[in-house]
């Protein structure tokens, strides 16, 4: 395999980074110590307190690396350097697409109270709605709810993909490329 450019980011199996490498953990390193790095990255990653000392690396812990710029279909444009999206998310009902639901109903008697699995039927009891017309309104005690919410509220959910745990690992001890 080639020697590795500085600046190059790998990814690596162990539980260790191999000489002249570092991992990509957010971490603050030295510029002297790591100069011809820091030439390539700067503060690309993030500043620090002392930023003519040390600089940042980037951090690819809970991040998938995602090409910058622009391009076709792109609604946001990743900039170099920045991190973007979110391990949970809360949809409004603007984001949801329209839908329907299919209703089963029938105008005959029901039998029993609550049958499962069973369709709408007129009440053997209390009637659970008017029979105006056109506009038929159910009565609040028709729809009851069972797990959900139907009240437009919005509960952020998990929205990871499927991932393994890995090291990125980012060189300082290899071919160093001059700026064009």
């Not at 009565?139 to 990871?160: C, I, P, W």
Request: charged residues 5%; contains cysteine.
């Amino acid at each position: 395999m080639a020697d590795p450019f500085i600046g190059e980011i790998r990814i690596f199996a162990g539980n260790f980074a191999p000489y002249g490498w570092l991992f990509c953990q957010g971490q603050e390193v030295g510029v002297n110590q790591y100069t011809a790095l820091y030439s390539i990255v700067g503060t690309l990653y993030g500043t620090t307190a002392n930023p003519t000392q040390t600089f940042k690396l980037p951090d690819l812990r809970g991040y998938a690396p995602l090409g910058w710029g622009n391009g076709p279909g792109l609604t946001q444009h990743p900039i170099l350097g920045q991190t973007t999206g979110s391990a949970t998310v809360a949809l409004s009902s603007s984001q949801m697409p329209n839908h329907n639901h299919t209703v089963q109903c029938t105008t005959n008697a029901g039998t029993v109270s609550s049958p499962a699995n069973g369709i709408w039927a007129k009440s053997i009891g209390t009637a659970l709605y008017s029979v105006r017309t056109p506009d038929t309104q159910m009565a609040a005690q028709a729809l009851q709810t069972s797990g959900g919410n139907t009240d437009g509220s919005v509960a952020a959910h998990n929205n990871m993909q499927p991932y393994l745990g890995i090291n990125f690992i980012i060189n300082y001890d290899g071919t160093y490329l001059p700026r064009p």
